[in-house]
């Protein structure tokens, strides 16, 4: 069965980084996009980034020139690197495998002012 696994969330101070990444098992990594999503608490879960699988990438204005989302496909592995954390980003990081709408535990970034 699908499985994804998240890491590398924590506790930063501001302006400080993070690097999250994504497991991803039970099926074909290489084939297909995938993304970040985040829920912060009382907020609606929200688009990070995406990357395709040819890693065309997309990414929200929020985080645009901050973070990089990077696959590789021979660890079935993707990547979320964080810098210039604020506040705001603190929130819950989800990995989304697109095909069959599969989603990660999450993992919990917070970043203390």
């Known amino acids: 069965q699908v499985q994804l696994v998240e890491s590398g969330g924590g506790l930063v101070q501001v302006g400080g980084s993070l690097r999250l990444s994504c497991v991803g098992s039970?099926?074909?990594?290489?084939?297909?996009?995938m993304g970040w999503y985040r829920q912060a608490p009382g907020k609606q879960r929200e688009l990070v980034a995406t990357i395709t699988r040819s890693s065309t990438t997309n990414y929200a204005d929020s985080v645009k020139g901050r973070f990089t989302i990077s696959r590789d496909n021979a660890k079935n592995t993707m990547y979320l690197q964080m810098n210039s954390l604020t506040p705001e980003d603190t929130a819950v990081y989800y990995c989304?495998?697109?095909?069959?709408?599969?989603w990660g535990q999450g993992t919990q970034v917070t970043v203390s002012s």
């Open positions: 039970g099926y074909i990594f290489s084939f297909y996009g």
């Open positions: 989304h495998l697109e095909a069959g709408n599969y």
